[in-house]
C-alpha cells in the first residue's frame, strides 16, 4: 500500500502557491517602504526593513469552502523582536491567534490592543491594521483568514 497521499500532496501544492503570492505581496512592500523620503524619521525606515528579515510566514492551510467565492488560509507567523507587519488590510476577515510572546495590533478605528500567548483577536474584512511583536524574544501568531477567492491576500495600506 503506498504511503503517498495524493489529497495531502495537493494541499500542500496549494499552500506553497499561497505562500508564492504572499511573498510576491510583501516583496512589493519591501520595494514601497525602501523609496521612503528623508524627510520622515529614521525609526520608521529601520522598522520597516526590519520586517523584511524578521517576519516569518508558514503557510498550513488552503481549502475552498462551500461558499462558491470563499476560501479558508491559516499561516503561522513568526515576528522577531520588535518587528511590525506593514499596515495592510485583507479581503475577508482575519482571527488572529498568539501562540507565543507578546503583540500589540493597531485596527484602524479602533484603541491599540495588547494580546499575549493564548489571545486571540478578530478583525474586521478590509480594516488596515499593524501586528507589532513587542516583546523581547521571537513571537509566533496562527492567521486564519476567510477571504475571497481569486483575490490578492494582502492588500497594502498607505
Keep these: 500500500m503506498s504511503r503517498f497521499n495524493t489529497r495531502k500532496t495537493a494541499g500542500f501544492f496549494g499552500a506553497a502557491l499561497a505562500t508564492a503570492v504572499t511573498f510576491a505581496a510583501f ?8 523609496v521612503k523620503t528623508s524627510a520622515e524619521p529614521a525609526h ?8 523584511q528579515t524578521g517576519l516569518h510566514r508558514t503557510d498550513l492551510v ?6 462558491s467565492d ?15 507587519a506593514p499596515k495592510h488590510s485583507h479581503p475577508g476577515v482575519e482571527v488572529a491567534y ?25 478583525i474586521p ?12 524574544t ?15 491576500l494582502v492588500i497594502l495600506s498607505k
Design 98 to 122: 498568539v501562540i507565543s510572546g507578546t503583540f500589540q495590533y493597531q485596527l484602524e478605528g479602533q484603541p491599540t490592543v495588547t494580546l499575549k500567548a493564548g489571545d486571540s483577536l478578530y
Design 27 to 34: 516583496a512589493g512592500v519591501a520595494y514601497a517602504q525602501e
Design 44 to 51: 520608521e525606515t529601520a522598522a520597516a526593513k526590519s520586517w
Design 70 to 84: 470563499r476560501e479558508v488560509i491559516q499561516v503561522r507567523v513568526d515576528f522577531e523582536p520588535g518587528v511590525a
Design 138 to 152: 521571537t513571537g509566533a501568531e496562527l492567521a486564519t483568514y476567510i477571504v475571497k477567492k481569486d483575490t490578492p
Design 62 to 67: 488552503k481549502r475552498d469552502l462551500s461558499v
Design 125 to 136: 474584512e478590509g480594516t488596515a491594521h499593524i501586528a507589532t511583536n513587542i516583546g523581547t
